[in-house]
C-alpha cells in the first residue's frame, strides 16, 4: 500500500527549489545585411566627404593644365596662327556642346570620353609647342641675332591705343640697349626703320610678345615704327637719338 501511494503522489519541485529554465539566444544579423551597411557607410563617405573635398582640387588642376598649354599653342602660333587656333577650339567647343544637348540620352562613358579628347589634344598641342613659345617669348623677331653683352641703357616704348607711342623722340647712350615694349593698350609692333638688314628683322610685339629684346645702336637717329597698316600712316613712328 505505501509504494502504490508514493506511486500516486505526483512528483513536485526538488529539494533545492531550483526551476528549469530554458536558454535564451539573441538571433544572428544575417550577413548580406552587414555587408549592405558596410556599402552604403561606404558610399556616404565617398559622397559626402571624398567627392566634395577632391573635385575643386581636381578641377583646378585640370584648368590649370588646360591654360597652360593652351596660351603655349597661341604664343607659338604668332598673330595669325593664334586666330587660327582659338578659332578652331572655339567652334570645337560649340559643335561638341550642340551635339551634346541633341543627344540627351548619350551615354557617361562617351561624354567623358569626348571631353577627354579634346583636352588630350590641349594638352598635346602645348606640349608639341613648348620650344618655339620659349623662343618666341625671349627673342626678337623671326631671323634676329641679338648682340652679346650686358645692355648698357634700357629704353621703353609704350604703345598707346591712339596709335602712337608715348613720345616722338627717345635718347639713350650709344652700345647694347635693351628695348621694353609696354603695352598700352590694343594690338602693335615695334620695328626699326634702318638700312641694317639684322636690325630690319627686329620686331616686338604687344600683347602677344616678345615684349624686350637687345639691339647694338651706334650713334645717329633712328626711327622706329609700327608695321601694322594704317598704324604709321595715323603717326605711330617716333625717332631714338643715340648719343
Known amino acids: 500500500?505505501?509504494?502504490?501511494?508514493?506511486?500516486?503522489?505526483?512528483?513536485?519541485?526538488?529539494?533545492?527549489?531550483a526551476v528549469a529554465t530554458t536558454e535564451e539566444t539573441t538571433p544572428a544579423v544575417p550577413t548580406a545585411e552587414l555587408a549592405a551597411a558596410r556599402d552604403?557607410?561606404?558610399?556616404?563617405?565617398?559622397?559626402?566627404?571624398?567627392?566634395?573635398?577632391?573635385?575643386?582640387?581636381?578641377?583646378a588642376v585640370a584648368v590649370l593644365i588646360y591654360v597652360l598649354n593652351l596660351?603655349?599653342?597661341?604664343?607659338?602660333?604668332?598673330?595669325?596662327?593664334?586666330l587660327?587656333?582659338?578659332?578652331?577650339?572655339?567652334?570645337?567647343?560649340?559643335?561638341?556642346?550642340?551635339?551634346?544637348?541633341?543627344?540627351?540620352?548619350?551615354?557617361?562613358?562617351?561624354?567623358?570620353?569626348?571631353?577627354?579628347?579634346?583636352?588630350?589634344?590641349?594638352?598635346?598641342?602645348?606640349?608639341?609647342?613648348?620650344?618655339?613659345?620659349?623662343e618666341k617669348e625671349t627673342g626678337g623677331g623671326g631671323g634676329y641675332q641679338p648682340p652679346a653683352g650686358a645692355p648698357v641703357a634700357t629704353l621703353s616704348v609704350t604703345a598707346e591705343p591712339a596709335l602712337k607711342f608715348d613720345a616722338t623722340d627717345?635718347?639713350?647712350?650709344?652700345?647694347?640697349?635693351?628695348?621694353?615694349?609696354?603695352?598700352?593698350g590694343g594690338t602693335h609692333t615695334l620695328n626699326f626703320d634702318t638700312s641694317d638688314p639684322n636690325l630690319q628683322k627686329f620686331e616686338l610685339d604687344v600683347p602677344g610678345g616678345p615684349k624686350t629684346g637687345k639691339v647694338d645702336l651706334k650713334p645717329g637717329k633712328y626711327t622706329i615704327y609700327c608695321n601694322i597698316p594704317g598704324h604709321r600712316a595715323a603717326g605711330m613712328q617716333a625717332t631714338i637719338t643715340v648719343q
Open 1 to 17: 500500500m505505501a509504494d502504490d501511494e508514493a506511486a500516486a503522489t505526483p512528483s513536485g519541485p526538488s529539494e533545492s527549489g
Open 40 to 59: 552604403a557607410h561606404r558610399e556616404a563617405v565617398q559622397t559626402r566627404v571624398l567627392i566634395p573635398l577632391l573635385l575643386p582640387l581636381i578641377t
Open 71 to 82: 596660351s603655349r599653342a597661341l604664343l607659338a602660333g604668332g598673330k595669325w596662327g593664334a
Open 84 to 134: 587660327a587656333i582659338a578659332s578652331i577650339i572655339t567652334v570645337t567647343i560649340l559643335v561638341g556642346a550642340a551635339f551634346i544637348s541633341s543627344r540627351p540620352r548619350l551615354r557617361t562613358s562617351t561624354l567623358v570620353m569626348l571631353v577627354s579628347t579634346l583636352f588630350a589634344l590641349v594638352i598635346a598641342s602645348g606640349l608639341t609647342t613648348i620650344g618655339p613659345s620659349e
Open 170 to 184: 627717345y635718347t639713350v647712350k650709344a652700345g647694347v640697349v635693351q628695348v621694353n615694349y609696354v603695352d598700352g
